[in-house]
C-alpha cells in the first residue's frame, strides 16, 4: 500500500484540527456519521475520503458555504496519483515533498544534489552503493531522477539553492562539473561551492534539505537522509535551526559568480 502524500496528510490534518476544533472525539465523529474509529483514523492520517464522506465531515464541524472551497480544493491535490507510481515506487518519501515544492535549499557534503546530476554520474553513485542493484533498478532509479529534474525548467520551474562541498566536487569527472556551470545559468537556479579553507562549520554534521510549500500558512519541510533511512521534520524551533545553518553556510560559500569561476578551473584540470 503507498504511503500517504504530502497532499494527503496535510487534508487529514486539517480535518483533525476541525474536529478538534469542534469539540469532537474520533468516537462521537465516528457515531454521528455511522463511520468506525479506525476508519476516521485512517483519514485523519492521510486516507483520502470520497467526496460525499468529506463534505459530511466538514458539515458535522460546522464548515459551511464559501468556507468549503479550501477543504475541496485541499481534497482535490490529495486524490491525484503522484507521477512516481508510474515507476513502481509506492514509499515516495522525499518525492512527493519536492514534487509539491516551489523552493528546494539544499546543502550536500559528499555528492553532487541528485538534481545536478548527470546520467553517467548517476551510475557511478550507484555502483559505489553495498546495496546488490539489479540492472533493471538502477535503470528506473535514473529515469526517476531524470524525472525530477524537470522541475528545474518549464512555465513554473523549482527555486532551487544548492551548496555543494568542495569534497564532492573533487570526485566528480569533467562531464558532471560543465553539466553544474550550465545549470548553474538558469536564471531559477544557484549553485555554491564551499571550500575546505572556510573551516569547521554546522554543515559537518551532515547533508540536509530545507522545502518551502505553496499551501496556505507556507509550510516548510526539513528533510534528512542517511545510511538507514531518512526523516522529516516540521517543527518551527528546528525548522529556525536549520534555515540558520543554510544562511551561515551560504555566506561561508563562494558566490554563485565564484563558484562557477571555480568549478570552470577545476574543470579545465581533468
Same mark, same amino acid.
Given at each position: 500500500m503507498a504511503e500517504p502524500t504530502f497532499r494527503q496528510q496535510r487534508l487529514g490534518e486539517a480535518l483533525r484540527l476541525l474536529r478538534e476544533r469542534a469539540g469532537m472525539s474520533q468516537q462521537q465523529v465516528a457515531e454521528r456519521l455511522l463511520y468506525n474509529v479506525p476508519k476516521i483514523s485512517r483519514i485523519e492520517n492521510g486516507q483520502?475520503? *470520497? @467526496?460525499? $464522506? =468529506?463534505? $459530511?465531515? =466538514? *458539515?458535522l464541524y460546522g464548515v459551511i458555504g464559501d468556507e468549503e472551497a479550501p477543504y475541496i480544493e485541499m481534497w482535490e491535490l490529495a486524490k491525484e496519483k503522484g507521477w512516481w507510481r508510474a515507476y513502481g515506487i509506492l514509499k515516495q518519501g522525499y518525492l512527493s515533498l519536492e514534487h509539491d515544492a516551489s523552493r528546494v535549499r539544499e546543502f550536500q557534503l559528499g555528492f553532487i544534489p541528485g538534481q545536478l546530476q548527470t546520467v553517467r554520474y548517476m551510475r557511478e553513485v550507484f555502483a559505489g552503493t553495498t546495496s546488490q542493484r539489479s540492472k533493471k533498478w538502477t535503470e528506473n532509479d535514473i529515469a526517476v531522477r531524470q524525472r525530477r529534474q524537470q522541475r528545474l525548467v518549464g512555465d513554473k520551474p523549482l527555486?532551487?539553492? !544548492? @551548496? @555543494? !562541498?568542495?569534497? !564532492?566536487l573533487r570526485n566528480a569527472d569533467r562531464e558532471q562539473l560543465l553539466h553544474l556551470i550550465r545549470t548553474g545559468h538558469l536564471p531559477n537556479v544557484k549553485i555554491q561551492v564551499l571550500l575546505e579553507s572556510a573551516g569547521l562549520h554546522d554543515g559537518q554534521f551532515g547533508p540536509f534539505i530545507l522545502l518551502d510549500l505553496p499551501f496556505a500558512g507556507d509550510p516548510q519541510v526539513l528533510y534528512i537522509e542517511h545510511m538507514a533511512g531518512s526523516i522529516h521534520i516540521e517543527d518551527p524551533e528546528r525548522l529556525k535551526t536549520a534555515n540558520l545553518v543554510f544562511k551561515h553556510l551560504s555566506k561561508l560559500a563562494l558566490t554563485p559568480e565564484q563558484s562557477v569561476a571555480w568549478i570552470e578551473r577545476l574543470a579545465a584540470e581533468r
Open positions: 483520502v475520503p *470520497d @467526496i460525499h $464522506a =468529506l463534505r $459530511a465531515m =466538514l *458539515d527555486q532551487y539553492h !544548492a @551548496i @555543494i !562541498a568542495e569534497p !564532492a
